[in-house]
């Protein structure tokens, strides 16, 4: 299969690299400095998992991809979803799969609503990874799992997916296919919103909410609330939601902070609206009493 990745963040540059080493047919899409130094000297991934390796790795901008993909990753931030649909839709042909890996919940349906014609399907991952230097991504840790998955409505074969599910476990990355990929979705969303909204109001990595605690009881309340915007969802959701997020953030390596955190370290624009604010808009919508969104809420929006 023809993998294209786009957006070679370190979510995507961690795809990217992972299929390469593996002798995967992977091209990705990436942009400034980043896009000249993987053209130049390859695509540097730097793995707990696989090692250091330089990957000569065809990287191309948005607009000049001209090939077609039978698989499409998507792994832009959420506020980017708008600037990448040509794309998708120049290489999608009938066959293709695109799996957005996003943090915001929804962004399968958002992104199929905005190219029609294309079959846009589901995904979410639990990863440490980010851009470490221009053409430099590493991959922080031992957890790396992909969650992948269509709609019911959606009539894509089961046995497309599960293809797709070994060809990416072949390069070492866990995949499991998700028998109700918006189950899935939305408690990824629940665990990376309570992580990075954790560590960016503590200013603190993960190994702080690794141990008893207000940092972690912040944490805690934040995963209960996101639960419970779930339920009133209606979606099937684990009794010990809280108790699954623990053992994820349990399992990161100390040092790690999320992406949103990064940014926002780093002055950049982040996605405190997907992983924040639209959390609370849904959850007040719904009648949810979220006092440790709203405590987190109010710091940034002094």
């Known amino acids: 299969m023809n993998y294209l990745v786009v957006g070679t963040g370190g ?14 047919n992977v091209a ?17 991934l730097k793995s707990d998992l696989k090692g250091e390796h330089t990957l000569p790795l065809p990287a ?60 846009v399907i589901d995904g979410c991952i639990y990863i440490v990874g980010f851009v470490s230097g221009e053409g430099e991504v590493s991959q922080m840790g031992r957890v790396f799992r ?10 894509v074969a ?13 390069a070492g990355i866990k995949v499991d296919v998700s028998d109700d990929i918006n189950r899935d979705t939305f408690i990824k969303w629940s665990f990376i919103s309570a992580m ?26 934040l995963s209960r609330e996101s639960g419970e915007i779930g339920r009133r969802l209606g979606i099937p959701l684990p009794a010990d939601l809280v108790e699954n997020n623990l053992r ?3 399992r990161l390596d100390p040092h790690s902070t999320a992406s949103l955190q990064k940014d926002i370290a780093r002055g950049h624009q982040s996605e405190l609206q997907g992983q924040l604010f639209d959390l609370i808009e849904l959850g007040e919508r719904l009648g949810v009493d979220l006092p440790t969104y709203h ?3 109010a710091k940034f929006r002094s």
């Open 60 to 119: 191309f901008t948005a607009e000049e991809y001209t090939g077609q993909a039978d698989v499409i990753f998507v792994c832009v931030k959420g506020y980017s979803i708008d600037s990448i649909t040509d794309v998708i839709r120049r290489a999608s042909h009938p066959g293709t799969l695109v799996i957005p890996i996003l943090n915001v919940y929804g962004t399968g349906p958002r992104i199929g609503r905005l190219t029609p014609g294309v079959t």
């Open 146 to 155: 992909m969650v992948i998955g269509a709609r019911p409505d959606q009539g």
């Open 295 to 297: 405590r987190v809420a």
């Open 248 to 250: 994820i953030i349990d």
């Open 158 to 170: 089961p046995c497309r997916i599960e293809a797709i599910a070994e060809d990416v476990r072949e």
């Open 11 to 24: 979510v995507g540059g961690s795809i990217a690299g992972f299929l390469a080493l593996a002798g995967k």
């Open 28 to 44: 990705c899409i990436a942009r400034g400095k980043h896009l000249k130094t993987i053209r130049r000297q390859g695509l540097h």
């Open 196 to 221: 990075a909204c954790t560590g960016a109001y503590y200013d603190i990595p993960m190994g702080e909410v690794q141990h008893e605690g207000e940092v972690r009881d912040t944490f805690i309340g």
